[in-house]
């Protein structure tokens, strides 16, 4: 019902940013059933891990890694998260996957994940 289209992976040194963006497409009926967004990470040989949380009224959930250096927010008439990354370290390098949830029908949604890489 729900597609999560990511971008703004790349490659960058330590203490660049990159800024990635989710779009949400979809009816109308399940874009309306969205709730909060998440951005999460997994690196080979990790757990996967959240990264960051907003909900659709903005309130927001850091991880302790990435806490004073992440900024999430979202664009609820573009059905668009960002994950605004500064100063970047080495350990950030991962693959960063979006995430939604539609309680109404019990459904989650995943977007295909993108590659950040961060060289020292």
């Known amino acids: 019902q729900v597609q999560l289209v990511e971008s703004g992976g790349g490659l960058v040194q330590a203490g660049g940013s990159l800024r990635l963006s989710c779009t949400a497409s979809?009816?109308?009926?399940?874009?309306?059933?969205?709730?909060?967004y998440c951005w999460y990470r997994q690196d080979p040989g990790k757990q996967r891990e959240l990264v960051a949380r907003?909900?659709?009224?903005?309130?927001?959930y850091y991880g302790d890694s990435v806490k004073g250096r992440f900024t999430i927010s979202r664009d609820n008439a573009e059905n668009t998260v960002y994950l605004q990354m500064n100063s970047l370290k080495p350990e950030d390098t991962a693959v960063y996957y979006c995430?939604?949830?539609?309680?109404?029908?019990?459904?989650?949604?995943w977007g295909q994940g993108t590659q950040v890489t961060v060289s020292s």
């Open positions: 995430n939604t949830e539609a309680t109404l029908y019990n459904a989650n949604y």
């Open positions: 979809g009816s109308l009926r399940s874009l309306n059933a969205l709730g909060r």
């Open positions: 907003i909900t659709r009224t903005g309130n927001t």
